[in-house]
């Protein structure tokens, strides 16, 4: 059975820095594509980034492009979004998603993590 | 980027009934439409993708039509656990956008 675990989410500061981490087992990981997709509070999901299953190709939302830095390591099964220069704009439960296929391009989301909550606020 | 426009914003139906949801696209997107449910406090799940394919596990009473710009979910015999917010998602062009949700509640 497909599992992600999305970790790191905290109250930061704007300006501030945050490391996302997404645990995931029950399928190959580095066959498949894999994505970062926000909610804010009571808005529909957002994606922000996107990277292929050898981790040569990724993708970022104009919104966070230049901030944000997708990236995975295939010996550890873990997806990561580093999280520079936030503003209280980026405040949202973030959730790791799982592409069907390894591209990393248009796609839907065939499985979802539950999701870790960024805050930002002074 | 494509706008994904969803109507209604919400509706109430009884048990039994059949429910339809309605999403527009900005531009043709073929068939490259998706659709999820989410209920409170829990991660969005694929139902429907390329308009028409039952993921696995979803209730046959689920399904989806449409193409083109215009695309409906339609629940056949709404049941007390659907209650939940609908999205679609078109995955024919990145940013890959999403609707902005149907909520369903139960009478």
């Known amino acids: 059975e497909v599992h992600l675990l999305e970790s790191g989410g905290d109250l930061v500061q704007p300006g501030g820095s945050l490391r996302l981490s997404c645990a995931a087992s029950?399928?190959?990981?580095?066959?498949?594509?894999m994505s970062w997709v926000r909610q804010a509070p009571g808005k529909g999901p957002e994606w922000v980034s996107s990277?292929?299953?050898?981790?040569?190709?990724?993708y970022y939302a104009g919104s966070v492009r230049g901030r944000f830095t997708i990236s995975r390591d295939s010996s550890k099964d873990t997806l990561y979004l580093q999280m520079n220069s936030l503003r209280a704009e980026d405040t949202a439960m973030y959730y790791c998603?799982?592409?069907?296929?390894?591209?990393?391009?248009?796609?839907?989301?065939?499985?979802w993590g539950q999701g870790t909550l960024v805050t930002v606020s002074s | 980027d494509i706008q994904m426009t969803q109507s209604p914003s919400s509706l109430s139906a009884s048990v039994g009934d059949r429910v339809t949801i309605t999403c527009r696209a900005s531009q043709i997107i073929n068939t490259y439409l998706n659709w999820y449910q989410q209920k409170p406090g829990k991660a969005p799940k694929l139902l429907i993708y390329?308009?028409?394919s039952l993921q696995s596990g979803v209730p046959s009473r689920f399904s989806g039509s449409g193409s083109g710009t215009d695309f409906t979910l339609t629940i056949r015999s709404l049941q007390p656990e659907d209650s939940a917010t609908y999205y679609c998602q078109q995955s024919y062009s990145s940013p890959r956008t999403f609707g902005q949700g149907t909520k369903v509640e139960i009478k």
């Open positions: 998603a799982k592409d069907p296929d390894s591209l990393g391009t248009a796609n839907h989301f065939d499985c």
């Open positions: 390329v308009a028409s």
């Open positions: 990277i292929s299953g050898s981790g040569g190709n990724t």
């Open positions: 029950g399928f190959t990981f580095s066959s498949y594509a």
